[in-house]
């Protein structure tokens, strides 16, 4: 499969992803918002800080390894051994939730039972649920590296969606049941997704005509289930020990990506109140990082691991695949680099009014707006990272991930330290300082190995972090009025006080659109050919 057509696959699989997400997200929001309307600020802070980090701890020991391990290299592999390899996360995930619910049991505060009851029955459902999750992995990694566009899409937005559905409803009918609702809505989202993969692939191994069918590599349901291969080893080795260079990697990723949760979670530095507010600011500020660059991120790794080979320099490749790669990734940067500014510009002048309209007096009052403007300036690093590790992670070979390990490890102490200190320091906005200082680091790493990798190339996408000093004015000068405006109209004026404020930003977004579209040519001419391509084959197909 050639360059261009990996190319167009991943830019279908990202641009599918992002009008989906936006549509079901959007429906998630609203559901979101009106449960909180009936919530407590310390349940908000058990399920969404302490029960939410047992599940995603378990879920992410147990897979991520395997996940970047057997989506690297090329789909011409014994899938027998790769799909083998893949069941071995259901142990482990038995093993992790197990050890880990044992911690959270014996060895963290329990929280008062009169005021947030069934505890222990949210610990136990919370791991069982990771494990559930874990039997559809084989599922996951097959459609991900064949790049089935919608599938991933479609089965994780309709299980949060009837999980936000059913505890809605939940809420509403039985509140007295506590953390009986959240539990028996993650257990049903986890069942949900597993049994989205497992209709679809059954339905696609059923029609042996279909295009998608032929060129598959299993033929019957039961291929996709662990067996013992008479002339062949259980598993790949080479996909076995470069698992375990990403596990041991994975391992001080997730306390980089989760290590606020555990702070607040093992050394009690806000109580469960806080740790709500904390959350439900975070997963607002997050919202566009996980609608936007996670599907890009997602697809693009796979693109990258594709066209790139991982033991061999940039010069000794195939030039016109390093080429592609080069420019994609250019423009990947560019793209990040202006969405995250945008949210960073825009996003200091409308916190409080986002937050007032999502949650209440709850959270426009208090740390809440301060903390969610500290978050858009994270968000701006998210975005680059997010980019740079996608092509890092994929273009580097097995030395240089366990070399980059001991990176993390010191990130990851320098990370728990800084926060715990800052925290002390400024209250919950030490979070996201201590975040946006790793992040920063792990982008520089990051920046070093591609300007390594393309040294001795003529390509130089790098270039895809400068902008043209007109938009940056245009940047600016949209940050001064919103904030002007922020003062004379918004909050405490009315409603309709509040809406000259949004049509005030709403024309400073769009003459800044407007200037980057005459500036960024070469940005546009990529989003053109490559997702505007991919919306055309998508309507052929």
Not at 326 to 355: D, H, P, R
Not at 375 to 398: D, H, Q, R, W
Request: with cysteine; charged share 15%.
């Amino acid at each position: 499969m050639g360059s261009q057509e990996v190319l167009g696959q991943a830019a279908r699989l990202a641009s599918s992803g992002l009008l989906l997400q936006v549509l079901f997200r959007l429906i998630t929001f609203v559901l979101n918002a009106f449960i909180l309307r009936f919530l407590s600020k310390e349940i908000v802070g058990i399920v969404n800080v302490r029960l939410t980090l047992l599940y995603s701890t378990t879920i992410f020991l147990a897979r991520e390894a395997f996940r970047r391990a057997c989506l690297s290299g090329s789909t011409q592999r014994d899938w027998s051994q790769t799909i083998n390899l893949l069941w071995l996360t259901v142990p482990l995930g038995v093993f992790w939730s197990l050890f880990l619910g044992w911690v959270w049991l014996r060895l963290l505060e329990v929280p008062n039972p009169n005021v947030i009851p069934h505890y222990g029955t949210g610990v136990v459902v919370f791991g069982l649920s990771a494990v559930v999750e874990l039997l559809g992995e084989p599922f996951w990694v097959l459609a991900q590296a064949h790049m089935f566009v919608k599938l991933k899409v479609i089965a994780e937005s309709l299980s949060v969606i009837l999980k936000s559905v059913l505890t809605a409803l939940l809420v509403l009918w039985l509140p007295h049941w506590g953390l009986y609702i959240f539990s028996l809505a993650q257990l049903f989202y986890t069942a949900i997704l597993v049994l989205c993969y497992v209709i679809y692939f059954k339905k696609l191994l059923g029609f042996s005509g279909s295009t998608k069918q032929q060129t598959f590599p299993v033929s019957r349901m039961t291929d996709l289930l662990p067996k013992i291969l008479r002339s062949r080893a259980f598993v790949n080795w080479k996909e076995a020990k470069l698992t375990w260079s990403f596990f041991k990697q994975s391992f001080l990723k997730q306390i980089l990506t989760e290590g606020e949760r555990y702070v607040m979670t093992f050394l009690n530095v806000l109580n469960f109140g806080d740790q709500g507010v904390y959350d439900i600011v975070n997963n607002l500020g997050s919202l566009v990082a996980r609608l936007i660059f996670q599907p890009i991120e997602e697809s693009f790794y796979v693109f990258f691991a594709k066209v790139l080979e991982r033991e061999k320099d940039a010069t000794l490749q195939k030039q016109e695949d390093v080429a592609v790669a080069a420019a994609v990734l250019e423009s990947l940067l560019k793209l990040a680099l202006l969405t995250g500014l945008t949210i960073t510009v825009f996003g200091f002048a409308y916190s409080q009014l986002a937050l007032d309209i999502y949650g209440g007096t709850m959270l426009s009052s208090g740390s809440g707006p301060v903390l969610l403007r500290s978050y858009c300036v994270y968000v701006l690093l998210l975005a680059i990272n997010g980019i740079t590790e996608c092509f890092t992670f994929a273009a580097m070979s097995k030395e240089q991930v366990d070399r980059y390990n001991f990176t993390m490890l010191a990130l990851s102490s320098s990370f728990l330290v800084l926060s715990y200190l800052l925290t002390r320091w400024c209250g919950s906005v030490g979070f996201i300082l201590a975040n946006c200082f790793n992040m920063g680091i792990r982008i520089t790493q990051s920046l070093c190995f591609i300007h390594r990798y393309y040294r001795e190339s003529p390509y130089r996408p790098l270039a895809g972090l400068q902008l043209s000093p007109v938009l940056l004015g245009a940047f600016a000068l949209s940050g001064g009025i919103t904030g002007v405006s922020e003062v004379f109209l918004c909050c405490e004026q009315g409603w309709l006080a509040r809406l000259g404020h949004v049509a005030v930003g709403a024309f400073c977004l769009g003459a800044t659109l407007e200037t980057a579209f005459l500036t960024e040519t070469k940005l546009i001419h990529f989003l053109r050919t490559q997702f505007g391509v991919s919306r055309l084959a998508d309507k052929i197909r």
